[in-house]
């Protein structure tokens, strides 16, 4: 089965600098990579996500990087802030006949410090 | 909407009992799924289902039962509650195989504690 690596597990930055967070999957069928970020005590809430046809897809500060042959995607936020201050999860899925069936990396702790 | 709702939020249960936890929503999705998080472990798949009457097992199904009689409820049973199930339990939500439907949905959780 799919299984779904992340690093790294804390970054701390200041604010205002750049935070990139990499994730590699094991599953050459996966074709949709979401990005969740969740607040202490919150559900996770989806950011951005990119499916295997699209290399790169930009949401104003953050962006997300797919490299199929590589088996990794990426996720960068540029000038960050405090409020950017959480958890966040890399996931991937594969065909659409497994409906909900996400594997999540193991989370990174993201601390911008002001 | 309502979205996706969870019951109950906080459970502390004792080794053996067992329970269940109810997920709805009122989105009129076909796929559900039950995840747990630990600390340090990210969010693990338990049990999914991609509609009424059809289920299968994720990454972690032990001591967990599941069945999806309705295409809005999905609950999950806990047979005989384990301390190592203390754990936060996300139930979640999402359209069928639509490029447009991949997103999944949350529900606020539930805390779970077994003593």
């Known amino acids: 089965g799919e299984n779904v690596e992340q690093h790294p597990s804390t970054l701390s930055v200041q604010e205002g600098d750049s935070a990139v967070i990499k994730c590699t999957y094991s599953?050459?069928?996966?074709?949709?990579f979401p990005w969740y970020k969740q607040e202490l005590g919150k559900r996770p809430q989806l950011i951005i996500d990119?499916?295997?046809?699209?290399g790169e897809k930009k949401d104003q500060r953050i962006a997300v990087t797919l490299n199929k042959t590589a088996k990794h995607f990426s996720l960068h936020i540029t000038e960050t802030q405090p409020e950017d201050s959480a958890v966040y999860f890399c996931?991937?899925?594969?065909?659409?006949?497994?409906?909900?069936?996400?594997?999540f990396g193991q989370g990174t702790e993201l601390s911008v410090k002001p | 909407n309502a979205g996706v709702t969870q019951t109950p939020k906080f459970q502390v249960l004792k080794t053996g009992q067992s329970m269940t936890l109810q997920c709805a929503q009122d989105?009129?999705?076909?796929?559900m799924s039950w995840y747990r998080q630990d600390p340090g472990m990210g969010l693990r798949l338990i049990h999914y289902?991609?509609?009424?009457?059809?289920?299968d097992q994720g990454e972690v199904p032990n001591g967990y039962n599941v069945s999806r009689s309705t295409t809005e409820d999905f609950p999950l049973r806990l047979l005989s509650a384990a301390p190592s199930q203390t754990s936060v339990y996300f139930c979640?939500?999402?359209?069928?195989?639509?490029?447009?439907?991949?997103?999944?949905?949350f529900g606020e959780g539930s805390w779970l504690t077994v003593v």
């Open positions: 996931a991937a899925r594969g065909i659409y006949n497994q409906g909900g069936k996400l594997i």
């Open positions: 289902s991609v509609g009424a009457g059809i289920t």
């Open positions: 989105m009129n999705h076909e796929y």
């Open positions: 990119i499916r295997s046809n699209v």
């Open positions: 599953d050459s069928a996966s074709n949709y």
């Open positions: 979640a939500s999402s359209y069928g195989g639509r490029p447009s439907g991949n997103t999944i949905y």
